[in-house]
């Protein structure tokens, strides 16, 4: 499994030779990338062979989403802004300013824990591809990832069927109902990760998911929980693992002036306007 990601990715830095000192776009990249170890570690076959049934199942998806939470009321339209939908779009400017200031702080943090990151790589790999024993030993990556998945769960929450009809707080849940549970909502609460939860720290999790969770394990919840948790929790972590070190040997990230920050809800979390970063050699 190892060697198919490790092949992948050179696969793809091949690709990113001739922008170096210029800007990509990393999200298409990274979609392909996926697309093509999972092709080669599941199917023995390479994206290229499986591309067609790929994009099918991108427009699915997207179909799928643009319909997920559509409430359709007849007869109700949307002609006349009322005072509510004016102040709401003030309000949303306001929102976007000071968004883009925590972007600021966060780019700043992010190239500190890059230069962190790659010199942890380069402790326990030097220049030589990536182990499987090595990367488990890769703890300031983990806290890094953990951090990304709390700021931007790919998947937004869970669905549970109630089994047996149950009593919580002043809620009575019958059996059958289908319940969700808002792993975003969970990342975000102040409670749970103190006030500085929109802050990307991922120092918070040097000690492990239960102290940056102050013992609310199920507080993070980026590959579900239980028997019916994600599958590919271990392959998703190596992939990652795999990915960032053989790209942070070669390059030094900076977020291109042209990406705009807008994470959409695309079933999974995806940058809207895509990933626009710029690479230089280290
Ligand atoms: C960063 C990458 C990934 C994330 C964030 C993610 C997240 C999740 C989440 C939240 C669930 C629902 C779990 C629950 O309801 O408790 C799930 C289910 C699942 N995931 Fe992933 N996943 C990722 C990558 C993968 C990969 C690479 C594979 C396959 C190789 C995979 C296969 C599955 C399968 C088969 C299920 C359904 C499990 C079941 O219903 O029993 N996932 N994933």
């Known amino acids: 499994m190892i060697p198919e990601m ?15 000192g210029k800007e990509i776009e990393v999200f298409q ?6 697309s093509e170890i999972i092709s080669r570690t599941a199917f023995g076959s390479s ?14 998806v997207l179909i799928f989403s ?34 883009i200031k925590m972007i600021k702080k966060r780019e700043a943090a992010m190239a500190d824990w890059q230069e962190k990151v790659r010199n942890e790589i380069l402790e326990l790999f030097g220049q030589q591809n990536p182990s499987l024993e090595g990367i488990s030993r890769l703890k300031t990556m983990s806290m890094v990832i953990n951090e990304s ?10 669905l549970r069927e109630v089994k047996k009809g149950t009593k919580l707080g002043n809620l009575i849940i019958p ?7 808002p792993s975003l909502a969970l990342h975000h609460d102040p409670q749970i990760w103190g006030d500085d939860v929109h802050l ?25 929980m239980g028997p019916r948790n994600c599958v590919g929790m271990n392959f998703a972590y190596n992939e990652i693992k795999i990915t960032l070190s053989m790209i942070l040997q070669r390059y030094r990230i900076t977020l291109s002036p042209n990406y705009v920050h807008s994470p959409v809800l695309v079933l999974a979390i995806c940058p809207q ?5 710029t690479i230089k050699a280290v």
């Open 175 to 181: 059996e059958k109902m289908e319940v969700h549970v």
């Open 273 to 277: 306007h895509g990933l626009q970063v």
């Open 66 to 99: 643009k319909n997920l939470f559509k409430m359709r009321i007849p007869g109700i339209g949307k002609l006349v802004k009322t005072q509510d939908d004016i102040q709401s779009e003030k309000l949303g400017q306001l929102i976007r300013n000071s968004v």
């Open 6 to 20: 490790v092949s992948s990715v050179e696969m793809m830095l091949g690709r990113w030779k001739d922008h170096r």
């Open 149 to 158: 998945l709390r700021l931007y769960p790919p998947v937004v929450g869970l």
């Open 47 to 60: 994206y290229l062979e499986g591309q067609q049934i790929f994009e099918i199942l991108t427009r699915m």
């Open 29 to 34: 990249d990274f979609k392909v990338l996926t």
């Open 200 to 224: 990307f720290k991922p120092d918070r999790f040097a000690e492990g998911v239960a102290k940056a969770t102050k013992n609310n394990i199920s507080a993070f919840l980026p590959f579900g």
